[in-house]
């Protein structure tokens, strides 16, 4: 399924930005489904913390390291991320990326963003089917000089 756009956390951004974060092609970013009880507040969340207790099912495999990801000076890109086939799951609406140095998802392990997975409302669930994400052909995100 295709994604709404990925809001960005701000504190996330400015340490991209500044070299205060490790670089997203030098880090392992894992993908984690939040219920649709989430709020996404840019300004205000930073870390796991944030928004564990949205995380549906915290155990594999509903947490999905990033693959083939490629990163440009203005755009980040990744493969598809498909959480099983077949999968029972649900209700989730959000997409978080986690930036984890070792692949450890800890409390304050780096919220890079979040992705509506249902921007015209509700939840989605799988019922012994097929539930992946698919990755934007624009990437991720990107980001555009003026």
């Not at 400015?14 to 997203?24: E, N, S, Y």
């Not at 392992?28 to 870390?47: D, E």
């Not at 099983?84 to 392990?109: E, M, N, Q």
Request: glycine share 10%; charged share 10%; hydrophobic share 45%.
């Amino acid at each position: 399924m295709p994604t709404g756009t990925l809001c960005l956390f701000d504190s996330t951004l400015d340490g991209l930005l500044r070299g205060t974060v490790p670089a997203l092609d030098t880090s392992v970013l894992t993908g984690l489904l939040l219920a649709p009880s989430y709020v996404p507040n840019p300004a205000a969340h930073s870390v796991f913390a944030d928004v564990s207790a949205h995380e549906f099912m915290p155990e594999n495999p509903f947490r999905k390291q990033l693959t083939g990801t490629h990163v440009t000076a203005q755009s980040f890109h990744s493969d598809d991320i498909i959480f099983g086939d077949p999968v029972t799951l649900g209700p989730v609406r959000y997409l978080a990326f986690v930036i984890a140095l070792s692949g450890v998802i800890s409390p304050t392990t780096r919220l890079l963003g979040v992705a509506d997975l249902s921007p015209a409302g509700g939840a989605l669930e799988a019922q012994r089917g097929k539930f992946s994400v698919t990755a934007p052909p624009a990437g991720w995100f990107g980001l555009a000089l003026v």
